[in-house]
Every structure is written in structure tokens, then in C-alpha cells.
């Protein structure tokens, strides 16, 4: 998708593993997003940041850590990969609140083993 | 809780038909609701958001409407084709001021048949 990249787009990982999922988007947009996608959940918010530095948890944070050292990338780490954690992982941006849309990555699917 | 509920997993229909698909949302107030489209394998993609004042709101072939007393939007796609076939997805934001972050439904499949 234009102006925000997802990488790696596929992943196999072993259990208990450190992974660190990369978004990096090329629209100066001030709001970064993580989510996860599961069959029967949709899409749940895990961390979210509103700047460089500033983050803050959503509904299924547990287990995943985040870093934003610069405008353009959002680091989503899992400390110890568990196979409850094999999902599609979706960064998204916004440049604002309220009525702006999300634009949303291509998504990097996941698999612990 | 606050929950957002799109009613209807899969919806079927034949080609030149209207598409319907229902969002439901409870114990909140929005300002807006946005709707997305989401293709297999991609991430979903903003379409249309409507304001809480707005009753009605139109691009192309699609329509959106907003009943904040029913506490329901609906999304319509007139004509519909083949190449509507997709998961649309509806987002509220629940955080309050100050913040921003989505909240989605689970999604309608809408498959269109020839």
C-alpha cells in the first residue's frame, strides 16, 4: 500500500523466540497502529502510538511490546513468540483524529511453531 | 461494554442487486463511524465516514446511513458486481477525546453472484 510498508511479510518462528515486526510509512502521519487479525476475533488493537516516543497499550496487549524512535517506523516486538500469537499482524496510519481514515499495510503473517 | 456488532458473518446476493450490510453498536455516543473494505490477503481500506449529524452519506455506488437513536449504520452498495466480492469492516472510535483508535466490527462477507 502507498506510503506504508510492512515488513517481513511472512514469518515462521519458533516458540519462546524474540520477533520483531517492522512498519514504516512515508507519509509523515503522526498516529501508528498495531493490530491483530484472527478468524472469529477481526481486527484487535495491540499498541498504538500518537508520536515519536509516546505509545500506549490497546485491548490485547499482553505479550507484545512496541518502540517508536522516529516519525516514520513503529517496532512491534514479541518478547517471547507463543503459538497463541500466530496471526496477520496489520500496521495502520492516520494523520489525525476524528475524521481521518486509517491506511492500513499489507500485513505480515505470522506463524510460531 | 462498548461493543460494535455487524450482524451478519456472509451475505449473498446476485448481480445488479443492492447489497445491505448492518452495523450495530452499543453503550456509546460516536461522533462518526467509518466503513472499510478488506480484500483476501490485503489490509482493509477506508471508504466512507459519516458523522453523527449526517443522515445519509454518498460516493458512487455506495451509500451509508447513520441512526444514532437505532444506534445502527448501514451500508449499501446499489449495482452491485462481482468485483464488490470482499469482507467490509466498520470502525467506531470508543477512546474519547484526546485519543484515537478504531474499534472494528468483524466484518460482513459479501459475495456477489453473476
Known amino acids: 500500500d502507498a506510503g506504508i510498508t510492512q515488513s517481513p511479510r511472512h514469518k515462521v518462528t519458533e516458540t519462546g523466540t524474540p520477533v520483531t515486526l517492522r512498519c514504516h510509512q512515508t507519509e509523515n502521519h503522526r498516529y501508528m497502529y498495531w493490530y491483530r487479525q484472527d478468524p472469529g476475533h477481526g481486527l484487535r488493537l495491540i499498541h498504538y502510538?500518537?508520536?515519536?516516543?509516546?505509545?500506549d497499550k490497546g485491548e490485547v496487549s499482553d505479550g507484545y511490546s512496541v518502540s517508536r524512535s522516529k516519525t516514520e517506523d513503529f517496532l512491534l516486538t514479541l518478547e517471547s513468540a507463543t503459538s497463541s500469537q500466530t496471526s496477520v499482524y496489520f500496521c495502520a496510519i492516520s494523520e489525525g483524529t476524528g475524521v481521518y481514515g486509517y491506511t492500513f499495510g499489507s500485513g505480515t503473517r505470522l506463524t510460531v511453531v | 461494554s462498548q461493543k460494535i456488532e455487524q450482524n451478519s458473518e456472509a451475505l449473498n446476493i446476485q448481480e445488479g442487486k443492492t447489497a445491505t450490510l448492518t452495523c450495530n453498536y452499543t453503550n456509546y455516543s460516536p461522533a462518526y463511524l467509518q466503513w472499510y473494505r478488506q480484500d483476501p490477503g490485503r489490509g482493509p481500506v477506508f471508504l466512507l465516514l459519516?458523522?453523527?449529524?449526517?443522515k445519509e452519506k454518498r460516493k458512487e455506488r455506495l451509500k451509508v446511513t447513520f441512526d444514532t437513536t437505532l444506534k445502527q449504520s448501514l451500508f449499501h452498495i446499489t449495482a452491485s458486481q462481482p468485483a464488490d466480492s470482499a469482507t467490509y469492516l466498520c470502525a467506531l472510535d470508543f477512546s474519547g477525546a484526546g485519543s484515537y483508535q478504531l474499534t472494528f466490527g468483524k466484518g460482513t462477507k459479501l459475495s456477489v453472484i453473476p
Open positions: 502510538s500518537y508520536g515519536v516516543k509516546d505509545t
Open positions: 459519516i458523522r453523527e449529524n449526517e
